[in-house]
């Protein structure tokens, strides 16, 4: 008997989320290339609406470097032949038989840090060493958590996903279920809308633990004012690159998310175009906030500094339908292969950093995961 189709599940508006089972899956391998492979989807499909995942490394000019961790394409788009609109309520009242107490599953599934906390600390300080030199201003560093799939008839990808959604608040989460392996993001980061012809993009920068007084001490704090203002800059350059005739302009500076867990600051840069996705992307990829600025010598820096391949983490999700188009930054996100969940975590790093800070904030973005570390 043939296995069910996996839902895809994406975010939506207003709290809905795209809910499909019928659907086409495109797949771009490594040796393609990203904008062409765009281009066609966009003349094949252009009406229909479209589920499209994005690896951090997808316009990337040479191939990347450090260790593969599971195969991946550089990008995949879902067609949908059909899909509903429902609440993330609606989704789990499909999937019932998959929400039994599993709570104790995810509780002892151990989340080992794949790198140890000197090590971490010393990639920092040769961050810092690089801003010093003049190369970067700022860079992104991340690194990534490990833990064993006990049995997928124990707790499949779905369940993940359906059961850990009350642990990771985020407005852009999605499941996109693959051949072999599934990507789940609990993304609170919006990096692309457009909506008619305004486009925008929310970077996210500056991060707290809610126990630490943040509302007061994240907005006062100047490292994270500093790193927030940097990004904001470089993504109103990236939107300029669009176009000749209009200007970005940042609509709000620092407001701040709650995310129970953590919090955040957060701006909002738009600008006018008539430009499409694939126009769109190939001037903004990767972005801005989980890079570094200036961002093409930050690339080079995080392939020096990373010894893994980030894959799907800090690239983009989202749906497309017609010029219009709605992606996240894929952080708080997990891969689980056949035998393996991965879950990704980073920070900006800044001349004035704490190394020590840096660390206790990569553990705080693992949230209520059962982490272990050496």
Partial sequence: MDKPVKPVICFFENDMFIYSTEYALLTCSQDQEITDFLNDIEIKYENAMKIIQLNFDAYATTPPTGQKLYPSFKACVYILKHF?????????????????????????????????????????????????????????????????????????????????????????????????????????????????????????????????????????????????????DLLRNDLNSLETETSAVVASHRQLMDLTYIQHTYSEVQIATSKNLPQVLRQTMPGGSISGCPKVESLIAISELENHQRHAYTGSIGWWRGKEFKLNIAIRSFVQTEDKYYYFAGCGIVYDSDPEKEFLELINKAGSLNVQFN
């Fill in 84 to 232: 509903s609109e429902c609440t993330l309520r609606e989704i789990m009242m499909k999937h019932t038989n998959l929400l039994r107490d599993s709570s104790n599953v995810l509780n002892e599934t151990q989340f080992q840090l794949m790198t140890t906390k000197n090590e971490f600390i010393k990639n920092v300080t040769r961050a810092q060493e690089m801003i010093a030199a003049g190369r970067v201003y700022q860079l992104n560093l991340t690194t990534f958590f490990q833990a064993s799939v006990k049995s997928s008839a124990e707790l499949d990808s779905l369940q993940f996903f359906l059961l850990m959604n009350s642990r990771f608040a985020g407005s852009y989460k999605a499941y996109l279920p693959l051949p072999d392996y599934s990507v789940i993001s609990f993304s609170p980061e919006l990096f692309l809308e457009k909506k008619q012809n305004i486009l925008k993009t929310s970077p996210i920068k500056g991060s707290l633990a809610s126990t630490q007084n943040t509302e007061l001490g994240l907005m006062k704090n100047e490292k994270e004012n500093a790193e927030l203002s940097m990004i904001v």
